[in-house]
């Protein structure tokens, strides 16, 4: 492969709002931002993105942009370690990981697009498809609205999905454990309930709290206590029944490394923890602990690479994302039987959808 990265690397913000204020535990917000990245060499277009803030989009721009400019995008790893030299003095957590991220995908996909052949090959696909979870249950809707996605879920062919609990950074655990009983009277025979706490509960209250969900028969407790506390969380898988999970905050493979021992799946998101190089890298740690992976959101992204871990679960079908995937982009693989597939074509074999447009943000660097 002889082509060379082409100088001009385009980025673009893009603001997506939900058709209704949604809240977790800890967090409200009324739209979703996503940051593209498109890198050109030998004829061929690399996408890739990200769900953060304009902020990532500046730090694409002015810092990993440059290091690119000439280099073979064969040579993702070079590319990769330059980059990382690149931040030292901004750090590589956080919002500069979310570039990392986006930058690192891109790359990917135009490795394979100049190949000719799917990501998923590249990777070396051990199933056609993996299954997917239900995910949304945002502390503010309705029983009514809730029920709704449930249902949706259950259409699909899901046969777990995932609400949170949490409300009001755990000051309403009748109103959580209330309902994760409606949720489980919906769902029956026909799926299992996962909750997400997004961090809200004290150690103590979440292993209370975690006691209710095993006699409930919940089988995952993401999140009971922030990610930052392993600790916490070994607590807490020691007394539970329930899975205790966490990792979507995982920035590096130093951030996994620090879970290992205390959740019983590790969770990673390609948009944070160093895009499909990052996602390997940990995937490989995890693997070698015996340690399950389940790839937290963003289901269009995760789709080429997912099906090539025997040891990955499943993939989080976030409602919010799988909203806005289709009016980003064109090419999103479907979800069918309760798997999603791994896509179809060169790359990971999508393109910024003409619709995408009438999200831009203006003035954030966009194209």
């Known amino acids: 492969m002889t082509a060379t990265i082409d100088e001009a690397v385009r980025v673009g913000v893009y603001r997506f709002p939900t058709p209704e204020p949604e809240a977790d535990g800890t967090l409200r917000w009324e739209a979703t931002t996503a940051v593209t990245v498109e890198i050109d060499a030998g004829g061929q277009t690399g996408l890739g993105w990200t769900y953060s803030g304009g902020a990532t989009a500046a730090i694409v721009r002015e810092v990993l942009a440059p290091v690119l400019a000439g280099r073979s995008p064969s040579d993702i790893g070079d590319c990769r370690i330059r980059m990382q030299r690149a931040c030292r003095n901004l750090g590589t957590a956080a919002v500069v990981a979310h570039a990392l991220s986006a930058v690192d995908i891109a790359l990917w996909d135009l490795k394979a697009r100049l190949l000719d052949v799917p990501l998923s090959r590249l990777f070396g696909a051990v199933r056609p498809a993996t299954p997917v979870y239900g995910s949304g249950g945002f502390t503010t809707l309705t029983d009514d609205e809730l029920g709704e996605q449930i249902d949706g879920w259950l259409s699909a062919g899901c046969r777990s999905v995932k609400i949170k609990i949490g409300e009001d950074r755990g000051e309403r655990t009748d109103r959580d454990l209330e309902r994760v009983s409606f949720a489980n009277g919906l769902l029956g025979d026909r799926a299992r309930l996962m909750v997400d706490a997004n961090g809200a509960y004290s150690t103590a209250l979440a292993r209370r709290v975690g006691a209710d969900l095993d006699r409930h028969g919940v089988i995952w407790f993401e ?21 205790v999970t966490a990792g979507e905050y995982v920035y590096r493979h130093y951030d996994a490394a620090a879970l290992i021992g205390s959740v019983d799946c590790l969770q990673l998101d390609v948009t944070r923890c160093g895009g499909y190089s990052g996602f390997l890298e940990c995937a490989a740690l995890a693997a070698a602990h015996g340690l399950d992976i389940s790839a937290h959101c963003a289901p269009a992204l995760h789709a080429p690479i997912v099906s090539s871990f025997a040891h990955l679960r499943h993939v989080e079908w976030f409602i919010d994302h799988s909203r806005l995937e289709p009016l980003l982009v064109d090419g999103v693989p479907g979800v069918r ?5 791994t896509g179809r074509g060169a790359g990971h074999g999508m393109r910024l959808a003409d619709s995408a447009g009438k999200y831009s943000v203006e003035g954030a660097g966009h194209r």
Do not use: I, K, M, N
């Open 337 to 341: 039987d309760g798997a999603l597939a």
């Open 223 to 243: 999140e009971p206590v922030t990610s930052d506390d392993p600790p916490g969380l070994a607590l807490l898988r020691a007394a539970l029944r329930c899975d």
